[in-house]
């Protein structure tokens, strides 16, 4: 029984190490994107969106919810979107005295990529080239 507990801690703790060395390596190595790479931006937001769910259950993602390193994966967004999580931030801080979560920025970011890559319904810079690309057709 001793025995079955350690090698489920082994597992468990494996299994824990191998995600958090894998998520942390990724963001460690992700560049800034560039205001026009509405792609990039969705790559980025399906990823920060796959920690959301392992942050539950690995308590060392938790630093994910630190304002300075929401602060630093901000840093990695397109300028107008970094404007616009600048104030989404500065709003939330006010109202709530306290800087946005995760959860936040993942729903901040999620819609963002979303109208980003909608190039019917996109008000962001990036829409442009969407839109002179598809007169081009």
């Given at each position: 029984?001793?025995?079955s507990?350690?090698?489920?801690?082994?597992?468990t703790?494996?299994i824990?190490?191998?995600?958090?060395?894998?998520?942390?390596?990724?963001?460690?190595?992700?560049?800034?994107?560039?205001p026009?790479?509405?792609?990039?931006?969705?790559?980025?937001?399906?990823?920060?969106?796959?920690?959301?769910?392992?942050?539950?259950?690995?308590?060392?993602?938790?630093?994910?919810?630190?304002?300075?390193?929401?602060?630093?994966?901000?840093?990695?967004?397109p300028?107008?979107?970094?404007?616009?999580w600048?104030h989404?931030?500065?709003?939330?801080?006010?109202?709530?005295?306290?800087?946005?979560?995760l959860?936040?920025?993942?729903?901040?970011?999620?819609?963002?990529?979303?109208?980003a890559?909608?190039?019917?319904?996109?008000?962001?810079?990036?829409?442009?080239?969407?839109?002179?690309e598809?007169?081009?057709?």
């Amino acid at each position: 029984s001793r025995r079955s507990s350690d090698l489920t801690l082994d597992h468990t703790f494996g299994i824990r190490f191998t995600v958090l060395e894998a998520l942390r390596r990724s963001l460690d190595h992700w560049g800034k994107i560039s205001p026009s790479d509405s792609e990039e931006l969705r790559r980025f937001s399906d990823f920060i969106n796959q920690c959301v769910s392992p942050k539950e259950t690995i308590p060392e993602l938790g630093i994910l919810d630190d304002g300075q390193k929401l602060k630093n994966l901000a840093q990695l967004l397109p300028s107008w979107d970094l404007q616009r999580w600048s104030h989404t931030a500065s709003v939330h801080k006010q109202k709530y005295d306290e800087y946005p979560k995760l959860r936040e920025f993942t729903s901040f970011l999620t819609l963002d990529a979303e109208l980003a890559n909608d190039a019917f319904s996109c008000s962001s810079p990036v829409c442009g080239i969407f839109h002179k690309e598809l007169s081009l057709l």
